[in-house]
């Protein structure tokens, strides 16, 4: 990756390096740079000129250094990603698949955990349910992922100051987690009980077995070829019994991927049900 | 949506009219809780949606949160704050904060909070 030219978003790139071994180069210099004016706007300094002599002298405090290197490596994923997904999962889906299930724990497969928001948004319905009555505890979340910093980082539980504020309604932050004295939440262990983890690769799945009822699979597919999506989907389908669920991301379609799933529509939220 | 902004701080309205560019919605900005909560009681229905400032000069954002309550016409209230500890969210949520955003934020923040609400 060939180094950043311009002397002030190099010295932030080395910095955020250093701290998080997220790299920036050349090609994705725009990238920082938009996000620093960000940061600058967000904690009101007038200009990266301002925000750089701050840095060399000292006068960031610890929570605009935490803010830069939050913003720097904010990977665009929030609690409820796709709001819609999630309402008609809870209104339409868990119904639906708490009826087909009579045998054994209602069990959900998270294959693409990131950094746990997509596994611990369903955790947090699964928990509301339950408050409300619905007999969810033997409920099961299963969340995947190839990186194994993504698997650490959905054990910790832990969330920076905009990673909690990203799709959490604020009533659910104060509910079910705890602010740390480093302005980091932490999810309640009730909730990060409900999910269990585990390190696979899709395109080799071992060590998962069992059926799930429900599969999220959002934007995981988006990266690989068309061959490898039928490979993937096949595989997952394995796993689900009929009259379960597959879920995509919004941009992404089953059409030419799979038979093996009828689409329905609840409330234009898309899912896939196993014939 | 048509949002008013109550805060005393001009560089937090520059952020938000920056972060509410190229949307659909527009804004209008208070700089105290006196002349925000003059404004919403001569004409509640002027606004979908009010963003509120905790620490103001005169009325605090809680004290205008709660003349908010009594008006006969309700539209959502985000309370943007520096303040984040557990207690003072719980306490603005159960006045009737329908929000709550911590500064610093970003505008994927501020745009999904809004748009959460309708």
Redesign the interface.
């Known amino acids: 990756m060939e180094r950043i030219k311009n002397p002030i978003l190099s010295y932030f790139a080395d910095y955020i390096e250093k701290e998080t071994g997220i790299m920036y180069g050349e090609d994705n210099a725009y990238q920082l740079e938009n996000r620093l004016v ?1 940061v600058c ?4 300094v007038p200009s990266l000129e301002s925000l750089l002599k701050l840095a060399q002298e000292g006068g960031l405090h610890s929570m605009k250094k935490q ?1 830069i290197l939050d ?1 720097a490596t ?1 990977n665009e994923t ?1 609690f409820f990603r796709d ?1 819609k997904i999630f309402k008609a999962f809870e209104k339409h889906i868990l119904p639906e698949v708490i009826k087909l299930n009579n045998v054994g724990p209602l069990r959900i497969w998270s294959v693409a955990s990131s950094f746990g928001q997509e596994p611990y948004s369903l955790a947090l319905i699964l928990q509301q349910q339950q408050e409300l009555g619905i007999p969810l505890v033997n409920a099961e979340i299963l969340t995947t992922d190839i990186s194994h910093r993504a698997i650490e980082r959905v054990k910790m539980g832990l969330y920076s ?2 990673e909690v ?3 959490l ?3 659910l ?2 509910k079910y987690f ?2 740390q004295e480093d ?1 980091h939440w932490k999810l309640k262990e009730i909730i990060k009980n409900r999910v269990q983890t585990k390190h696979v690769n899709l395109l080799n799945i071992s060590g998962v077995y069992g059926h799930f009822h429900v599969i999220f699979c959002r934007n995981v597919l988006i990266y690989q070829n068309e061959a490898k999506k039928k490979e993937i989907v096949a595989k997952l389908a394995t796993f689900i019994p009929t009259g379960g669920f597959f879920v995509l991301g919004a941009a992404e379609s089953m059409f030419g991927i799979s038979d093996a799933f009828e689409q329905v529509s609840y409330e234009s939220a898309l899912f896939y049900r196993k014939k | 949506m048509k949002i008013l902004s109550i805060d005393d701080s001009k560089s937090v309205h520059a952020f938000i009219n920056v972060c509410l560019e190229g949307t659909d919605h527009s804004i209008e900005h208070a700089y105290n809780g006196e002349d925000g909560l003059k404004i919403l009681k001569e004409n509640p229905r002027r606004f979908d949606l009010v963003l509120l400032d905790w620490e103001m000069p005169g009325l605090t954002g809680p004290e205008v949160l709660v003349e908010l309550m009594k008006l006969p016409i309700k539209f959502p209230v985000v309370m943007v704050t520096t303040k984040n500890n557990m207690e003072d969210i719980s306490r603005v949520l159960g006045i009737g904060a329908r929000e709550y955003i911590m500064k610093p934020f970003t505008r994927e923040i501020l745009l999904e909070k809004i748009e959460s609400l309708f």
């Open positions: 960000e706007r967000a904690v009101d803010f913003i904010n929030s709001p100051h905009l504020q990203r799709g309604p604020a009533n932050m104060i705890d602010k302005d």
